[in-house]
């Protein structure tokens, strides 16, 4: 493991360095073990973990190359406008795919939140967000039924929350109470995200209120794959 260690913080060093360049071919498996005097698996094996953490990327029978990791979709954290419109703005093939709705147990951040009763039921609606047919994050908004009495029938078929409150009238939403922290995937989160449980998760976790009303909407909790955004505070 050490050995496969050293390998991974020389190649990274030298990518950091700038000594290799976007698309960039590196040593081969063979050029690599013979560099360390190591054995090929324990070469590939650096390899494999160097992807899983998004330094480089793998063709078929052509070898490893360095991943631009400075073309990243750009994510501001504290904005007015919804995710999708955004993502569309700036050019990509966005799709929001519904993957859950259903009511959860009582969770006192939450139902404090969403100034909730804890005899009301909460709704956790979630979206599986794709990017260039890429997954690229999920987000989860939890909704008090008392607010949206049709959310246990309808919950299933949002792909947009902000749509669904612009429909109900809602029009000035604002981010309010945000907490970012960092984390690994999970199992679940992995399958979701298509990713290894080297890749950082962002979360960030927020109240969606109304403006002009002043009622607090949502709970949210938007896990970002690390790999693919750059963050604007």
């Not at 419109?85 to 969770?107: A, D, T, V, W």
């Not at 604002?174 to 992995?190: G, M």
């Not at 927020?206 to 949210?220: A, K, N």
């Amino acid at each position: 493991m050490s050995e496969e260690m050293d390998i991974m913080d020389h190649l990274i060093t030298d990518i950091q360095a700038g000594k290799y360049d976007p698309d960039d071919k590196l040593p081969s498996e063979n050029e690599l073990a013979d560099l360390f005097r190591v054995p090929r698996i324990t070469a590939r094996k650096a390899y494999e973990r160097l992807q899983e953490l998004g330094y480089i990327y793998s063709k078929q029978g052509k070898g490893s190359f360095v991943k631009d990791r400075h073309q990243r979709i750009p994510l501001s954290l504290f904005t007015r406008e919804s995710f999708s419109k955004k993502m569309l703005q700036l050019g990509y093939h966005y799709q929001s795919k519904n993957i859950f709705c259903e009511p959860i147990e009582y969770n006192n951040k939450i139902y404090e939140a969403l100034r909730a009763e804890e005899r009301d039921r909460v709704f956790k609606v979630g979206r599986l967000r794709i990017i260039d047919q890429v997954p690229i994050a999920v987000h989860i908004s939890y909704v008090a039924e008392t607010m949206f009495d049709d959310i246990e029938q309808i919950g299933s078929k949002i792909t947009s929350m902000f749509e669904f409150y612009r429909e109900r009238g809602y029009t000035d939403l604002r981010s309010t109470q945000t907490l970012l922290s960092v984390t690994f995937p999970a199992k679940y989160e992995r399958e979701l995200l298509a990713c290894s449980g080297l890749i950082p998760l962002l979360v960030l976790e927020s109240e969606c209120v109304d403006y002009r009303s002043g009622r607090t909407l949502e709970y949210s909790k938007t896990f970002y794959r690390g790999d693919y955004f750059t963050y604007v505070l």
